[in-house]
C-alpha cells in the first residue's frame, strides 16, 4: 500500500509539471509574468498573514487572566416572576401641526376629515379570461 501512495505521489508530480510546461509553453509573456507576480504575492502574504494570526493568538492567552479579575458591573436582579407584559420606552406622541389638515388640527373635532378632501375614484379590478375576454372582479354573472 505504501509503495502504490509513493509511485501514485510521483505520477502526479510528473504530470503536474508535464502540463505546466505545456500550458506554458502555448500562454503568451505577459500572461505568465502576471501568474507569476500572483503566486509570489500568495507565497508573501501566507507567512505574514500567519505571524499576525500566531501573534494575536498569544495576546488574546496572555490577556485572559487579566480579562478574569475585571470588576464585575452592578446590575439589577430580573424579577423572579415573569410579569404579564414588558413596558418598552416609547417616544412621547407629538402632533406636528405643520403636516396636519385643517380638520385635524388639535383644539377642533379629532378623526374629523378636511370637508374639501375629495375620496378617490372606487378602483376597478379584471380577470383576463383564456379567450381574452376581460370580466370585472365583483360582477356577477
Avoid: H
Wanted: glycine residues 8%.
Amino acid at each position: 500500500m505504501e509503495r502504490l501512495v509513493k509511485t501514485s505521489a510521483v505520477a502526479l508530480i510528473i504530470f503536474a509539471t508535464v502540463l505546466a510546461f505545456v500550458i506554458g509553453s502555448r500562454m503568451e509573456q505577459s500572461t505568465i509574468v502576471l501568474l507569476s507576480g500572483a503566486a509570489v504575492g500568495i507565497l508573501l502574504c501566507a507567512p505574514s498573514a500567519a505571524i499576525l494570526t500566531y501573534s494575536a493568538m498569544r495576546r488574546r492567552d496572555a490577556n485572559a487572566a487579566v480579562r478574569e479579575v475585571r470588576v464585575p458591573r452592578f446590575t439589577t436582579p430580573l424579577p423572579t416572576e415573569t410579569p404579564a407584559y414588558w413596558a418598552m420606552p416609547q417616544m412621547p406622541y407629538v402632533i406636528d401641526p405643520r403636516r396636519m389638515s385643517q380638520g385635524l388640527m388639535p383644539g377642533t373635532s379629532y378623526g374629523a376629515m378636511d370637508p374639501n378632501y375629495q375620496l378617490p375614484a372606487r378602483r376597478r379590478f379584471y380577470v383576463i379570461g383564456e379567450g381574452g375576454e376581460a370580466s370585472e372582479v365583483g360582477e356577477e354573472g
